[in-house]
């Protein structure tokens, strides 16, 4: 019975990943956004952020079965909208062995505060403000690394693993987040990346960058949708032509332009993509460390 269901699942998900069709694992996710037993829900006090941060941790299903079991874990940002239809993709993956099971963690957004943790300290957060702040990344990104990541680790079976996924604005982010720090992850998600925000200063940034490592120990995946607007496609262009004009050592890279996506759902169709290749992209670490 086991064997039957697996061969179903593998027949969906290739049919998934052959013509695209997302449609029935978004409409699952959708079904099924209420947390159930195997969700925990937390708030972590963050000094280096001076508030209140609530966390989403959705764990694998055989977390309490198999208590011996560590796992990777995806830190998602933009949590309760980018978290559930994840874990659902993991889960299905995982049970045809695409990719492993993993914690989930989602990193909702305080109110009103995404824009300002999530531009980077350099960047402006509001272009039509000529008075506008600065981005507050820099602290979000020491949160996630010295406050967020060391709880997760020490209440979690965690292996060691580690990804960062963010969309649009969090996808800006979680390059930067490359940037700053590229070996805090094994793996960097950015999907619909806003690269072309203050005439794409973050491509300039990553020059620099590249210029100066001719060694990168990490993986990248970007996509872009389709149909989202020339802004978007100009900046991102101009990103994918500089990484891979780059000739450097230990870095994995691959990139992809979702049919038929647009802005607001390129995250939810390239996902399979990003987490089949990721997939592959773990089996090394696996066989080296577990």
């Given amino acids: 019975m086991k064997c039957s269901v697996k061969i179903i699942i593998s ?31 937390i708030t ?12 989403i941790v959705h764990l694998p299903e055989s977390y309490t ?33 695409l990719f492993p099971e993993a914690i989930v963690v989602s990193i909702p957004n305080t109110r009103g505060n995404r824009s300002r943790d ?19 990344g820099n602290n979000f990104l020491n949160f996630i690394e ?13 292996n060691g693993f580690q990804t960062l996924s ?20 094994n793996a960097y998600v950015c999907y619909s990346p806003a690269f072309w925000r203050e005439n794409s200063l ?6 620099v960058f590249f210029d100066q490592n001719s060694i990168v120990n990490t993986t990248l995946f970007m996509s872009l949708g389709a149909l989202e607007n020339d802004k978007m496609k100009s900046a991102y262009k101009d990103m994918t032509k500089l990484i891979e004009n780059q000739k450097f050592k230990g870095f ?19 996902t399979i993509y990003a987490l089949k290749w990721l997939g592959t992209v773990y089996e090394p670490f696996e066989e080296i460390n577990l």
């Fill in 11 to 41: 027949i969906i998900v290739t049919i998934i990943l052959t013509f695209g069709i997302t449609a029935l694992i978004i409409e699952y996710s959708i079904q099924n956004d209420k947390y159930g037993d195997d969700v925990v829900q």
């Fill in 44 to 55: 972590i006090r963050s000094e280096i952020m001076k508030e209140e941060r609530p966390i």
């Fill in 65 to 97: 079965v198999n208590t011996n079991k560590k796992y990777p874990v995806m830190y998602v940002l933009d949590g309760t909208s980018q978290d559930n239809h994840t874990t659902v993709k993991i889960d299905i993956f995982s049970k045809v062995e």
């Fill in 118 to 136: 999530q531009t980077p300290h350099y960047m402006k957060i509001d272009l039509d403000k000529n008075d506008s702040k600065l981005g507050n």
């Fill in 146 to 158: 010295n406050e967020l990541i060391t709880y997760i680790n020490a209440n979690y079976r965690t």
């Fill in 166 to 185: 963010g969309n649009s604005r969090g996808g800006l982010f979680t390059f930067y987040a490359m940037l700053e720090n590229p070996t805090l992850f």
């Fill in 202 to 207: 973050i491509v300039k940034k990553a020059k």
């Fill in 252 to 270: 994995n890279f691959k990139h992809q332009i979702t049919d038929h996506a647009n802005h607001q759902n390129n995250s939810y169709k390239s």
